[in-house]
């Protein structure tokens, strides 16, 4: 079971930036990092969650929601097993619960594993 821990969250008023984190550990057995696609989703009350920014594996590129390009940044440092979203020009729009995911697809079965949630407010 790999778990993942956000931190970074908070208040930020219109305009200001926040960086997110999310650190991987596995207490049983040693895992590789690079080997999961990290991605950062959100949940604003009443809405679904949506896909924010997405780091996978094997590629170099990275990709957004129309709604943050510009704005936010995901980078992976897999030497610490941690994934970053840099968010820049906050909105209010952008206030929500932000999770991190880490996924990893071995055989046929791919395996999903979620975060508890960073909660991030833009208000002024």
């Known amino acids: 079971q790999l778990q993942l821990v956000e931190s970074g969250g908070g208040l930020v008023q219109p305009g200001g930036s926040l960086r997110l984190s999310c650190t991987a550990s596995?207490?049983?057995?040693?895992?590789?990092?690079?080997?999961?696609?990290m991605r950062w989703y959100r949940q604003a009350p009443g809405k679904e969650r949506e896909l924010v920014a997405s780091?996978?594996?094997?590629?170099?590129?990275?990709n957004y929601a129309d709604s943050v390009k510009g704005r936010f940044f995901i980078s992976r440092d897999n030497a610490k097993n941690t994934v970053y979203l840099q968010m820049n020009s906050l909105k209010p729009e952008d206030t929500a619960v932000y999770y991190c995911?880490?996924?990893?697809?071995?055989?046929?079965?791919?395996?999903?594993?979620w975060g508890q949630g960073t909660q991030v407010t833009v208000s002024s």
């Open positions: 596995r207490f049983t057995f040693r895992f590789t990092f690079s080997n999961y696609n």
């Open positions: 780091a996978p594996s094997v590629r170099a590129y990275t």
């Open positions: 995911y880490a996924g990893i697809t071995q055989g046929v079965q791919t395996y999903d594993y």
